[in-house]
């Protein structure tokens, strides 16, 4: 089956160079990868789920009808939209009374559930394809790195942790284990608590890093951009204190390893910390 | 001693003031019709309550029923997008309007809208 790939909120607003690099990588490696069209927001479980399991379901049926009807498996690289979407499936397949609910609102806007579609992380299609990246890499990434899975990439299991690791390994980096690894973000946090989302989660691995050997921080997951693109902002403008190493999504590295430029996609622009450091690293 | 003590908490939590967090909650009040403690004041026998959307979400919540997503895709980031190599909007409810009618059509049909006290025509939240 074809791969749709759902963007999500903040990939094509925030970080459009992540979605421009996964693209490359997917045609590089001959993935049957396109877009996942007409989306909507997953829709957020942290939120959503609290206020309404229910609605949550409903809203995230949306996007697995969606796919259905584009007859593509959905490809998520946002852990958060990932739990959404996978979850959602497993409780309307193990629940028909839910599945049937979900339905009566789906029909009256042309769309219906018959469990055919699939979920998948896009960690789960590249671990897949990992011989067919070895084969493409013609620029090792000669760098050390700490990376961030982040919460929801762990809930089910050790299975994605180690695709994660496994990948990142295979370009040439050197992963630098830190007692942050398996902290959050604090994305959810910053609705209740900011104070401890900013300085005792996200920003206390950003400090971390400033002080280690780490060229950068490697993650994956949108929602965690999310928060670390905030925390970075807010340093700077309530504490004056600057980031130096920059936060590089998954793709980007897989995409330079594969012999793409930068500016193929955009790697300069948008960013909270300017990469160019790394880049001089890496090309040179 | 006990106002002493009194007088370091309030440090404290001056120091633990976010004001990002403070801009988004006072983004979230404007997003409100009705104002409990004004409204306490001259109807001092009526009952607050605790809105089903709180102030701090319902920026977000808004763009999600005017948009379909949490985010939107302005002028500046169009630009930027383009530089990146990618088409100015993405193919999501951004550029595909009816799946954002078709969301909002069900979040009227399942009682959401009503349920969170928003009003669609002044895209805003009564409390």
């Known amino acids: ?284 | 001693m006990k106002e002493e003590m009194k007088e370091e908490m309030k440090e404290e939590k001056i120091e633990e003031k976010v004001k990002a967090w403070e801009k988004l909650l006072e983004s979230g009040i404007k997003f409100t019709i009705f104002n409990q403690n004004e409204e306490s004041q001259l109807y001092p026998l009526r009952k607050l309550f605790r809105p089903s959307a709180p102030n701090i979400v319902k920026p977000a919540l808004q763009r999600d029923f005017e948009i379909g997503l949490v985010y939107p895709i302005d002028k500046n980031i169009e630009e930027i997008r383009e530089k990146c190599g990618l088409d100015r909007i993405p193919p999501t409810a951004h550029s595909i309007k009816e799946s954002l009618y078709n969301k909002i059509k069900i979040i009227e049909e399942a009682g959401i809208k009503d349920e969170l006290m928003y009003d669609k025509e002044k895209k805003k939240f009564y409390y």
């Open chain 1, 1 to 284: 089956m074809n791969y749709g790939y759902f963007l999500g909120c903040v990939m094509p607003a925030k970080m459009p160079w992540a979605e421009k690099a996964t693209f490359l990588v997917a045609k590089h490696l001959n993935l049957p990868f396109d877009y996942l069209k007409g989306t909507l927001c997953c829709i957020r479980p942290g939120v959503w789920k609290a206020i309404n399991p229910d609605w949550w379901l409903l809203l995230t049926s949306q996007n697995l009808a969606l796919a259905e009807k584009q007859g593509v498996s959905i490809v998520d690289s946002c852990n958060g939209c990932y739990i959404s979407h996978y979850e959602c499936l497993e409780e309307i397949k193990n629940n028909p009374q839910k599945l049937l609910m979900v339905n009566n609102y789906l029909e009256k806007i042309g769309l219906k559930i018959e469990l055919k579609v699939d979920v998948k992380h896009f960690l789960e299609i590249l671990y897949e394809n990992l011989d067919k990246i070895k084969k493409n890499i013609v620029r090792p990434i000669k760098i050390k790195a700490i990376r961030h899975l982040g919460c929801h990439g762990r809930k089910h299991g050790e299975k994605l942790p180690n695709y994660f690791d496994e990948i990142i390994k295979s370009l040439g980096i050197e992963i630098i284990d830190t007692p942050y690894d398996r902290m959050c973000c604090g994305l959810l946090l910053y609705l209740s608590d900011p104070y401890t989302s900013v300085y005792r989660r996200a920003g206390l691995k950003l400090e971390y890093i400033e002080k280690s050997d780490a060229d950068c921080l490697i993650f994956i997951c949108s929602g965690c951009y999310d928060q670390f693109d905030r925390v970075v902002r807010i340093y700077k403008d309530e504490k004056g204190i600057e980031f130096k190493k920059p936060i590089i999504h998954l793709s980007e590295l897989l995409a330079l390893s594969f012999g793409y430029k930068p500016e193929d996609f955009g790697m300069m622009y948008y960013r909270p910390i300017s990469p160019i450091n790394l880049i001089n690293k890496v090309i040179s």
